[in-house]
Nanobody, 123 residues
Framework: QVQLVESGGGLVQAGGSLRLSCAAS????????MGWLRQAPGKEREFVAG????????YYADSVKGRFTISRDNAKNTVYLQMNSLKPEDTAVYYC????????????????WGQGTQVTVSS
């Protein structure tokens, strides 16, 4: 089992920044990579960014490229999402998720989920 705990959400004005953190515990060595996904009210959950534990490159949705950066600290078993130039349309609950294999795409599937953290961007 893998446990994921997100933090860092909050209220920010458009153009501002936030950094989300996801602390992983348990059998983290068994996972392939981590992703951030988000769900806005009335909308389907969507992929935001992903990263492998063994690599340095991040993978991003087109809507956040150039504004968001995903990174990881293997020693701390923590994944971060630095969000800059935030827009009101970035408002959503952001979820951290872990995947056991590289099968599929960064859209999914994911095997473990955090509880989510709310990000609200005011105009």
């Amino acid at each position: 089992q893998v446990q994921l705990v997100e933090s860092g959400g909050g209220l920010v004005q458009a153009g501002g920044s936030l950094r989300l953190s996801c602390a992983a515990s348990g059998r983290t060595f068994s996972t392939y990579g981590m992703g951030w996904l988000r769900q806005a009210p009335g909308k389907e959950r969507e992929f935001v960014a992903g990263i492998r534990w063994s690599g340095w490159s991040g993978y991003y949705a087109d809507s956040v490229k150039g504004r968001f950066t995903i990174s990881r600290d293997n020693a701390k078993n923590t994944v971060y999402l630095q969000m800059n130039s935030l827009k009101p349309e970035d408002t959503a609950v952001y979820y951290c998720a872990a995947r056991l294999t590289g099968q599929g795409t960064w859209q999914g599937p994911y095997d473990y989920w955090g509880q989510g953290t709310q990000v609200t961007v005011s105009s």
